[in-house]
C-alpha cells in the first residue's frame, strides 16, 4: 500500500505535475495549509497524518525574489522551519525540493556539481534555498532533491514569453513532466541526504529547441539579469541507485 503523501504549493508547476502522478496525494490549499503559520501546519498534520511530506511551496523567480525579499525568505526558509518540526513531531519523511542554482556557476569552467559541491548561491532566491537546505537537514528522515524543471508552455521570468532561449547557459533542468515521475522514486526510497535529480548537461536552447524548433538563440548578455554560466548537476548518483533497483 502507498504511503500518504501529502504535498505543499500543490497548484504550482511542478505541485500539479506530482498530482498527475500521483491522484492520490494530499495537495490542500493555501487557506488549509500556510507553510507560513505553525499553528496551520501543525493542525493540518494532525488532520491528515502524512507519512511523506514533499516541500514545493516557495517563492521562485529571480525579479520577484529580490523585489520582496523579506517574503521570500518567511516562506523559503521559514516555512520550511515549520514543516520540518511538524514532520519530525509526526515521524513524516521529510522532501525537501531544491534548485542547482544554490551554485554559482559564474566561471565558464563551472558545471556537473555534485553533491559534496559547496554552496554559494547568487541570488536572494538561491540563498533562502540554501536556508531551507540547511533547516531541511534537521530532520532525521530528509531527502534534499537538488535540479530544475522546465514548463513546456516556455514562459518567461515575467510570465510573458521568452523572446528566445540562452545559447550560453548551462543546465541539466528538463521539462517538469520528465522529471516530476523521478522525484516521486527519490520521495517513496530509502534515500537520505542529498540527491541531485536532472538529465543530461545542455544549453537551455538545446533543451527548447526540441519542441519548439523555431526558438530565437540569445545570450545571457540580452537580458538585464545576473545569470550564472553553468549550474549543471552531476546526477551519476541518482543514476546508479536507479541502476541497482532494477
Known sequence: MSRRLLISGGSGLLGKELRNCRPDAIAPPRSSLDITDAKSVDRYFDEVRPEIYIHCAAIVGTVRCREDPALTMRVNAGGVLNTVDAAVRHDCRFIYMSTEYVFEGHRSESGMFTE???????SINARSKIAGEMLASAHPDHLIIRTNFFNRHFMGLSGTPYRGAFTDQFTSRDFV???APEYLEAAVSDLQGVIHVGTERKSQFDLMSRVFPDVKPISRADVDESLPIDCSLDTSKWRQF????V
Open 116 to 122: 559534496e559541491a559547496p554552496v554559494a548561491g547568487m
Open 177 to 179: 513532466d520528465i522529471l
Open 242 to 245: 536507479k541502476k541497482q533497483r
